[in-house]
């Protein structure tokens, strides 16, 4: 009953950029933090960045300067630019957001991942 859906994803060289976006869908009460994590294979799932409802956001200390997360509360959507790509950044992307389906419940959730290729 709650959709998340990542686009954006793809192949770009080093020091290229991409814009993700996630769409939340559903029956949903409210959407408060909402994220962007990745996993590369062979290694753990991390945070990439995150943002509140308030906008408050918080990012892993090497994607800063080079990423921006944003957004729309409206649309229940949220946007990771990211810049001056690195190979390292590879991985696959996955949205998370933490949906209010009442008043009381909060559940999380993820979106399927898209992939983004960091290489020459």
């Known amino acids: 009953q709650v959709q998340v859906v990542e686009s954006g994803g793809g192949s770009v060289q080093p020091g290229g950029s991409l814009r993700l976006s996630c769409a939340t869908s559903g029956i949903i009460f409210r959407v408060n933090t909402m994220g962007w994590y990745r996993q590369a294979p062979g290694k753990q799932r991390e945070l990439v960045a995150s943002?509140?409802?308030?906008?408050?956001?918080n990012y892993a200390e090497h994607v800063k300067g080079r990423f921006t997360i944003s957004r729309d509360n409206a649309k229940n959507t949220v946007y990771l630019q990211m810049n001056s790509l690195k190979p390292e950044d590879t991985a696959v992307y996955y949205c998370?957001?933490?949906?209010?389906?009442?008043?009381?419940?909060?559940?999380?959730?993820w979106g399927q991942g898209t992939q983004v290729t960091v290489s020459s």
């Open positions: 998370h957001a933490a949906v209010g389906r009442t008043s009381y419940l909060v559940d999380d959730y």
């Open positions: 943002i509140t409802s308030g906008l408050t956001t």
